[in-house]
């Protein structure tokens, strides 16, 4: 155990059973109210891969949905790995600095991922690593709410003046990421000493936490149990800037551009509620009425702290207009659609 995840455990870390290291909450559930007033949450399930070389931005163009050639050094965009059929195998958070591009992903992913990229690279001037390992970069908090961006001017002054743009300071590197609960959100990285110096006195959480943030910013992340599953428009990430239709090919760029513009896109992402039940990222959804077959999937879900599940859900049209979904089976519980913190193209609805 290094000295982030002892000082974590010193603060009533619960972990996850299953995966080591990786923190749920501190002993409760926040709910989006507790998240709302102003939050912390150490993120230890996110990996970081370091791209360096004078061709990494050339390689990386040449891989993923988005504009890595003009990602400015105060930038942070989406961006997603497709298959050769335009399924999404990783969605990415991304920025970069002088000399290195940074990818974030699940670390669930993250090893495998890395591999895979690293054998696309041939003779380009480009080498990935573990960013995750590097002092840095060790320590990953998430802060939001209407309290958190007090405290972090008093940190570090100037904070990024909108969403997607970040710092760099002595204190680390603070992105701005989408607002949700009407008030900014920011990932801080830094090293163990300095997080454990600064650890800001907000409503404590974990993963749990971060990702229900993440679900009602309407941001989806791709998981080990969403793999290859949806095309980048079904969970909605041309809308978030995740994808660049104007720059060259990549893996999947044929099937995601005739997606975009010949109207065959029949599916997107909502944000819903489930009351009284456990959801998992992957589980189907289905339509009464229409029994035989899912209307869609779980992208990704969180406990909300009142005993149920908030979801970001890709449904087929027809079922996202009628709005009756069922967790799991016709019969299950119910998915109360909500409304979208941002706006679904009218074509589509």
Not at 103 to 131: C, G, I, W
Not at 234 to 246: A, H, R
Not at 274 to 293: L, M, R, T, Y
């Amino acid at each position: 155990m290094n000295n982030w995840n002892e000082y974590l455990s010193s603060q009533g870390a619960r972990h996850d059973a299953t995966v080591p290291g990786v923190v749920a909450d501190f002993g409760k559930a926040l709910t989006a109210a507790d998240l709302a007033g102003g939050f912390v949450a150490p993120i230890t399930d996110q990996g970081l891969i370091a791209v360096r070389g004078e061709e990494a931005a050339a390689f990386l163009h040449s891989q993923l949905t988005n504009d890595v050639q003009h990602l400015g050094v105060h930038d942070v965009r989406l961006a997603g790995y497709c298959t050769p059929k335009g399924r999404l195998q990783a969605s990415f958070l991304m920025w970069r600095t002088a000399d290195t591009i940074y990818l974030q992903l699940p670390r669930e992913l993250q090893a495998a991922l890395q591999k895979r990229l690293s054998m696309f690279v041939m003779r380009a001037k480009a080498k990935l690593s573990d960013a995750s390992l590097e002092a840095p970069t060790e320590a990953v908090l998430g802060l939001g709410g209407a309290a958190a961006g007090a405290i972090l001017e008093s940190l570090f002054g100037a904070l990024p003046a909108t969403p997607y743009a970040r710092i760099d300071h002595a204190l680390g590197t603070l992105v701005r990421v989408a607002d949700a609960f009407g008030a900014p959100r920011y990932l801080w990285l830094t090293s163990s000493a300095t997080a454990q110096a600064h650890f800001p006195a907000l409503a404590l959480g974990g993963n749990d936490a971060w990702r229900l943030s993440e679900i009602h910013a309407g941001i989806p992340q791709i998981s080990l149990a969403t793999q290859e599953q949806f095309v980048p428009q079904m969970v909605n990430f041309e809308l978030l800037g995740g994808v660049n239709f104007k720059k060259g090919c990549y893996p999947g760029q044929e099937i995601v551009a005739r997606s975009q513009y010949l109207g065959k896109l029949k599916r997107r992402t909502a944000l819903a509620t489930i009351a009284g039940a456990s959801a998992q990222a992957g589980a189907d959804v289905f339509e009464p009425n229409d029994p035989g077959q899912p209307c869609g999937m779980v992208v990704n879900a969180a406990p909300n702290g009142l005993g149920g599940s908030d979801v970001l859900v890709e449904l087929k049209l027809a079922a996202l207009e009628q709005g009756q979904v069922r967790l799991g089976a016709p019969d299950g519980a119910p998915v109360l659609l909500l409304p979208m913190p941002y706006a679904l193209d009218a074509l589509d609805l």
